[in-house]
């Protein structure tokens, strides 16, 4: 079985609209295969596929969140809609919770994988290559992938879990969002943020 690709995923995403692990879920069944993947992914959603992304989320909320120390603070935009979502208790305590999550995670630069230069990217995997060349040559491509990967984790909001873990059952950003996506109904977007921080 081949190995998906973050890029495939966020293609597959964009696409149609479908959630982040439906789709990794969809191209694992689908042995990378995307016109297949959609297929499965159509059986499985319905009449929803699509809808979602090709809503354009113009309306939303700017939330803060500043450290009870007064050293980190952290701007956050997320859309929707509808101002009616917009103005949602629900919608507007998810806003707050993700800025709270980027105040306490301080290597997070990026909302999506989409927005990680490519140059970035390069670097990382060269010097993860320099980093596995002690391993059989075999294995190296996965060994390479597996640490950039978890580098992306460390730098890529929607693939972190929460800081507050408890509460959200180690769920990612991204299911969070899906969640209430799905709640909604809603095409709910995490646009972009800035966190602050004495001395940086």
């Given at each position: 079985?081949?190995e998906?690709k973050?890029?495939?995923?966020?293609?597959?995403?964009?696409?149609?609209?479908?959630?982040?692990?439906?789709?990794?879920?969809?191209?694992?069944?689908?042995?990378g295969?995307?016109?297949?993947?959609?297929?499965?992914?159509?059986?499985?959603?319905?009449n929803?596929?699509?809808?979602?992304?090709?809503?354009e989320?113009?309306?939303?909320?700017?939330?803060?969140?500043?450290?009870?120390?007064?050293?980190?603070?952290?701007?956050v935009?997320?859309?929707?809609?509808?101002?009616?979502?917009?103005?949602?208790?629900?919608?507007?305590s998810?806003?707050?919770?993700?800025?709270?999550?980027?105040?306490?995670?301080?290597?997070?630069?990026f909302?999506?994988?989409?927005?990680?230069?490519?140059?970035?990217?390069?670097?990382?995997e060269r010097?993860?290559?320099?980093?596995?060349?002690?391993?059989?040559?075999n294995?190296r491509?996965?060994?390479?992938?597996?640490?950039?990967?978890?580098?992306?984790?460390?730098?890529?909001?929607?693939?972190?879990?929460?800081?507050?873990?408890d509460?959200?059952?180690?769920?990612?950003i991204?299911?969070?969002?899906e969640?209430?996506?799905?709640?909604?109904?809603?095409?709910?977007?995490?646009?972009?943020?800035?966190?602050?921080?004495?001395?940086?």
């Open positions: 079985m081949s998906v973050a890029a495939d995923v966020a293609a597959l995403r964009k696409a149609t609209g479908a959630g982040m692990m439906d789709c990794k879920q969809a191209l694992t069944e689908a042995d295969d995307a016109e297949r993947a959609t297929e499965i992914l159509r059986v499985k959603m319905g929803k596929l699509g809808k979602l992304a090709d809503r989320a113009a309306e939303g909320t700017v939330q803060s969140y500043i450290h009870a120390t007064g050293t980190v603070g952290v701007l935009e997320v859309n929707c809609n509808t101002d009616f979502v917009a103005r949602n208790d629900e919608f507007v998810f806003a707050r919770e993700i800025a709270m999550h980027i105040a306490a995670s301080p290597t997070t630069r909302v999506t994988d989409d927005q990680v230069p490519a140059d970035e990217r390069e670097a990382e010097v993860f290559a320099e980093q596995a060349a002690d391993k059989p040559e294995v491509p996965k060994v390479v992938q597996g640490m950039l990967d978890k580098w992306l984790d460390e730098v890529v909001l929607l693939r972190q879990k929460h800081v507050n873990a509460r959200y059952d180690g769920k990612t991204e299911q969070l969002r969640d209430l996506s799905a709640k909604t109904g809603e095409n709910i977007v995490v646009s972009r943020f800035e966190r602050y921080a004495v001395g940086e």
